[in-house]
């Protein structure tokens, strides 16, 4: 006697997708699975001490950067996957799982279970959406160079005024625009003066501009138009000081100085013209500190 079996109802909101599948046929090696979770530390902790004998160095800045977003409340299912192979190991996701251990909070995860060890090899093949991407979804103008400052920004508002530390997380980078919206003033400022004088990066503009707009935002405005142009400035002026100073290091040959000694340049430069203090020249020796706009 032939019995009719109903084929799965794709609308079935308890449908196995793999269920139908060769991979799950139960004489065969198990099918992969996939569900979503709730995964606390101890969850994570224990995933990350199963095997994992042989794994790439997990990166510190990645870890911290996503474990602040996670004791925020910050972090959000968004399709990314923790993989484990059939043997256990977790093939992709370390360190999501170890900001989940070290944020001690539960976050919300899509699990992919039982995948043949050799899915390791394609994993992270692809391109991350960057800040900048992001911002561009979001109908921004100049994303990179916003994305690029705001990271400065963040850096010099949590204290870390040489710009070297952890980079801030793509929400973080969207909370700082929301807080400062204004730096997207300060892009356009610094788009003009870098199409003008390209020396300084336009990101280093941005930041300078939005720290100088905080004691005088006519000033500010002022200052990037006359770094642009260096006409009308008698001898002495601080921006002429600036523009020798910028010229003379790429000519030398170090246009790759950093961005800390860039700022510094810029800030110095600011401060001396606020108080109509005459330059002839400037200098900043690295690992000095760093002076605060005035």
């Known amino acids: 006697m032939t019995v009719d079996v109903p084929g799965p109802d794709p609308f079935d909101p308890f449908l196995d997708p793999f269920a139908y599948t060769a991979a799950g046929d139960p004489s065969s090696s198990p099918a992969p699975r996939v569900r979503t ?10 995933w990350l001490a199963a095997h994992n004998a042989v794994q790439r160095p997990l990166r510190e800045k990645v870890v911290a950067a996503y474990a602040r977003d996670m004791a925020a409340g910050h972090w959000r299912l968004n399709g990314d996957t923790i993989k484990l192979c059939v043997h256990g190991d ?8 170890a900001a989940v251990a070290r944020s001690k909070a539960s976050v919300p995860v899509m699990l ?22 992001v911002l561009a979804l979001h109908g921004e103008q100049r994303p ?15 204290g870390d005024l040489r710009l070297t530390g952890h980079a801030p997380t793509t929400s973080e980078v969207l909370q700082l625009l929301a807080a400062r919206p204004t730096m997207r003033e300060s892009i356009e400022a610094a788009h003009q003066t870098h199409a ?9 503009l941005a930041l300078a501009h939005h720290l100088f707009t905080r004691q005088d935002a006519d000033a500010a405005t002022v200052f990037l138009e006359q770094v642009a142009s260096g006409t009308g400035l008698p001898d002495g002026h601080p921006v002429l000081a600036l523009r020798r100073t910028l010229v003379r290091a790429t000519s030398a040959g170090n246009g790759s100085r950093s961005r800390t000694w860039k700022l510094a340049v810029l800030i110095r430069a600011w401060n001396a013209g606020r108080v109509g203090q005459p330059l002839h020249r400037l200098s900043y020796l690295a690992g000095s500190q760093m002076p605060l706009p005035r």
Do not use: I, K, M
């Open 37 to 46: 979770l709730l995964v606390g530390p101890r969850q994570a902790t224990s």
């Open 90 to 97: 977790v093939l992709d996701g370390r360190h999501r799982l």
């Open 112 to 133: 992919v279970e039982n995948l043949p060890d050799s899915a390791q090899e394609s994993v992270d093949c692809g391109s991350r959406r960057s800040a900048g991407d």
């Open 144 to 158: 990179h160079l916003l994305a690029a400052a705001l990271r400065l920004l963040w850096r010099w508002e949590v």
């Open 196 to 204: 003008a004088f390209p020396y300084p990066q336009a990101s280093v």
